[in-house]
């Protein structure tokens, strides 16, 4: 594929646990407890979502309706800030600040480009991902050094044509679509598998035992307990 493909297999469980949204069954998803819970518990990797404010704002929240139906890309982020907990994208940058890896979820093409600016010399523990394949694409051409990925909710006949296509080196496929052929497709490209979203420990050492590079999970402390205890 001649890109490049992030680095490190964390610790002797061999791979990558990932919070979905945070420890987000330990606080709300998608805010600075959950994540502040997600590293506490040692997790390799926090998922999030962004959306962005009418100011070019980005801000981590999963869907672009706030709970009080105000969209986020009609709101100053003066306005937004008095009617959500839900944090910046910079909030959270300055939270981890490397302490684990990042990987940012860009929501709306609008978001691309006031979120790659804040991860501008950050791609050593940050990286973009997105069912928009375009999105990822952007941004690797804004950053040509982060690692970017692309999201499927199904089993591609080619998926090795999407990572081309998207400049991508980070497949997150659905679980119940991951197989040691599709592993192994994605290998030889030099390209890395991560399964969401898994929550139980017998299906993550399922995954675990045929390749799989990261999984991404709302049980951070329960998979990082199985798989070390199924290491030892």
Known sequence: MNLTVRQGIPGKIGVEIIAHRGANREAPENTIPAFERALDIGVHGIELDVHVTRDSVPIVHHDPVLPDGGRIDRMASVDLERRTDA?????????????????????????????????????????????????????????????????????????????????????????????????????????RVIAWTVNEVSRARELKAIGVDGICTDSPRELLLGLSESAS
């Open 87 to 191: 944090p910046t994208l910079s909030q959270v940058l300055e939270l981890v600040h490397g302490r684990c890896h990042l990987y940012v979820e860009i929501k709306a093409p609008a978001a691309v480009i006031p979120s790659v600016e804040l991860l501008n010399g950050m791609t050593e523990w940050c990286s973009v991902h997105s069912f928009d394949h375009r999105i990822a694409l952007v941004s690797r051409s804004l950053l040509p050094d982060m690692t970017t990925g692309i999201l499927l909710v199904s089993r591609l006949v080619d998926p090795a044509y999407a990572l081309h296509a998207a400049k991508s080196t980070d497949l997150w496929q659905h679980a119940d679509y991951i197989d040691s052929d599709l592993i192994a497709e994605a290998h030889s490209e030099g390209a």
